[in-house]
């Protein structure tokens, strides 16, 4: 019956491995050593999730793995086993609080049963070789006749995008839209993590759908990624059909059924609609308030926005995208110190947000403290207005605490 476990700070802690369903709350700040996170079962119904500080967990079950290439073997990677030579380059994700205070190699990524990775500054790019490519940020190609014998797995999907300015930028991430015109299905892929390119360095998005039972002779298929063409600019794309003759197939499919995941591509998605035929694969809400819109442009004006709670779906409506203000308003201006969790990353920025909050009606002193990633804001201030503020710098922040000092 246990609803709510809280493991903020123990740095010892290595494993939490069959959490029981029941769980509303989950709370492991700063457990420094966690690596990985399981479920007794594929259906649980967390409620809060908090991870902040958790600098070697790759794994919650259910919802991504983000693991070293060089932890994997040629057969865990099957038709992608060649990037195992780049294994020791270094790659610079961001995205998600996984991301902080890590330095990475090359990672992949498994989530919605779809595997990811990003090259960064890798001049070779014979990878770049695909059956239909693109310059520009868009292809369409139809599924061509093939022997029943090499039955098709999935599809190879690559992006070529890089920064060409050195301005401070709140970059968002590139995302995938992958669409079978014939029946009416899309998929469009907002991956947990991303690579923020260098100036004027490539980076190679590889991402692999495994929709083979989707792919049928004759169907228009489109692949087209987004990004935020002020800070990113895309060089070429392509894809290539996976085939695979069926003893191979069925290991494949075998590698995949171990993750024990209930919510992957070409299975239920239900969560994720957001229109017929339409699924939003999203943890993170990047886009905030901006989201409706968005999925607009991606999906037409019928979608439905569904709020991700940064970390999993739901149905909650826009006014719920940020449930912890409901519990941190200060309606009479008492005067309180607001804590807030924010990931502060260079000088400048730390700056202009704290000149930005400074200047905010009834602000009396503003604290950073950039080794633990917290704000302190003190006065006759309502923690909702800071919050605001600083998501004009930050999209990842969270109001923590406030300590009350009495009437303004």
Avoid at 39 to 65: P, V
Avoid at 138 to 159: A, D, E
Wanted: hydrophobic letters at 35%.
């Amino acid at each position: 019956m246990l609803q709510y476990l809280n493991l903020n700070g123990c740095p010892n802690l290595k494993s939490l491995p069959c959490l029981p369903s029941t769980l509303k709350e989950l709370n492991v700040d700063w457990c420094t050593s966690l690596e990985k996170i399981t479920f007794q079962s594929a259906r649980f119904t967390l409620e809060k999730f908090d991870y902040e500080g958790c600098f070697k967990l790759c794994e919650i079950e259910g919802l991504f793995k983000l693991v070293s290439i060089a932890k994997l073997d040629e057969a865990d990677l099957q038709h992608m086993r060649w990037i195992k030579a780049y294994q020791d380059h270094k790659v610079d994700l961001v995205g998600d609080v996984i991301t902080e205070g890590r330095t990475f190699d090359i990672q992949m990524l498994f989530e919605y049963g779809i595997r990811s990775t990003y090259l960064q500054g890798i001049k070779d790019q014979s990878m770049m070789i695909h059956e239909y490519t693109s310059s520009s940020r868009y292809l369409s190609f139809h599924v061509p006749f093939h022997p029943k014998k090499n039955r098709i797995l999935g599809l190879n999907v690559m992006f070529l995008y890089r920064s060409p300015d050195e301005e401070d930028r709140d970059m968002l991430p590139p995302l995938a839209k992958i669409s079978n015109i014939t029946k009416r299905i899309t998929w469009v892929y907002n991956p947990v993590v991303f690579c923020e390119p260098r100036v004027d360095e490539d980076v190679v998005w590889l991402s692999y759908w495994p929709i083979g039972d989707l792919l049928d002779v004759g169907d228009e298929f489109q692949v087209i990624i987004f990004l935020d063409k002020k800070v990113l600019i895309v060089r070429e794309c392509g894809a290539s059909l996976v085939y695979m003759d069926d003893g191979n197939l069925e290991k494949g499919k075998e590698n995949c059924e171990t993750m024990k995941w209930e919510e992957v591509i070409g299975g239920d998605l239900s969560k994720f609609e957001v229109t017929k035929g339409g699924y939003y694969l999203c943890r993170i809400d990047f886009f905030q308030s901006r989201t409706a819109d968005v999925l607009k442009k991606l999906f037409g004006d019928n979608s439905l926005y569904r709020d991700s709670r940064r970390w999993r779906p739901s149905s909650q409506p826009v006014s719920a995208v940020y449930p912890e203000v409901k519990a941190f308003r200060n309606p009479k201006r008492y005067k309180i110190e607001v804590e807030l969790g924010v990931n502060f990353s260079s000088e400048s920025e730390t700056d202009k947000i704290g000149k930005a909050v400074s200047s905010l009606v009834g602000v009396e002193s503003v604290s950073i403290r950039k080794e633990i990633q917290r704000l302190f804001v003190v006065g006759c201030i309502d923690p909702q207005a800071v919050a605001t503020c600083v998501r004009e710098f930050k999209k990842m922040v969270q109001v923590l605490t406030y300590i009350y000092y009495g009437n303004c």
